[in-house]
C-alpha cells in the first residue's frame, strides 16, 4: 500500500506519518545486480502544508541486500536519509496527482532511496577482492624480484610465436 497523504487533513495541524513500506511497495527496480531491496523501509516523516505545496520532512531508513563489487561477498548496507524528504507542488506545471485529496509520496521516496545507492557497493574499505587476485599479489609483494616472479597476462601472450 503507497504512502498516502490527505491535503485535507494539513489545512488545520501537520501530521506525524510513522511506519513502513514493503519492498513490494516501494517497487524499486535496481537494475543492478550487487544491490537488491528485499527489506522494509522505515518512516518517520512529518507533512505540513506549506501555500501550493506540502513539505515532507523526517528521517528513512532501509537496509540493503549487497554484494561486494571486489570480492562479491554479500553484505548489509544501511541507508539512513535525514532532512527534508519531498516538496510536492500542488499548483502549476509540476503539480502533484491527487487521487480522491489524496497525494501519494511513494515515487518521491523511492527516488530519495535511489539517489543514494552505493554506486560500488563494497563490504569493508579494506576489502582486497577474491583470494589469488594476482594485482593483488603483486601488490602484496616484498621485493623486486617477487613483483617479476608473479606472470601478467601481457607476458605471457609476450611469449607466443605466429
Known amino acids: 500500500m503507497p504512502l498516502l497523504v490527505n491535503i485535507w487533513h494539513l489545512e488545520t495541524h501537520s501530521l506525524d506519518l510513522k511506519g513502513e513500506l514493503t519492498a513490494a511497495d516501494l517497487d524499486i ?3 543492478d545486480e550487487m544491490i537488491r531491496v528485499l527489506r522494509p523501509l522505515k518512516y518517520d516523516l512529518v507533512a505540513e502544508k506549506l501555500p501550493g505545496s506540502i513539505l515532507v520532512q523526517g528521517t528513512l531508513r532501509i537496509t540493503l541486500d549487497c554484494r561486494c563489487v571486489r570480492c562479491l561477498e554479500p553484505f548489509e548496507y544501511k541507508l ?36 543514494e545507492f552505493p554506486r560500488q557497493p563494497v563490504c569493508k574499505p579494506e576489502c582486497r577482492g577474491l583470494p589469488g587476485n594476482r594485482v593483488d ?15 601478467s597476462a601481457w607476458s605471457e601472450l609476450s611469449k607466443l610465436r605466429f
Open 29 to 31: 527496480e535496481t537494475h
Open 80 to 115: 539512513e536519509l535525514h532532512g527534508p524528504v519531498c516538496h510536492l507542488e500542488l499548483q502549476g506545471e509540476d503539480k502533484t496527482v491527487l487521487v480522491n485529496d489524496c497525494a501519494d509520496l511513494t515515487p518521491s521516496l523511492r527516488e530519495d532511496i535511489l539517489l
Open 137 to 151: 599479489n603483486a601488490k602484496n609483494a616484498g621485493t623486486a624480484g617477487e613483483a617479476e616472479a608473479v606472470s
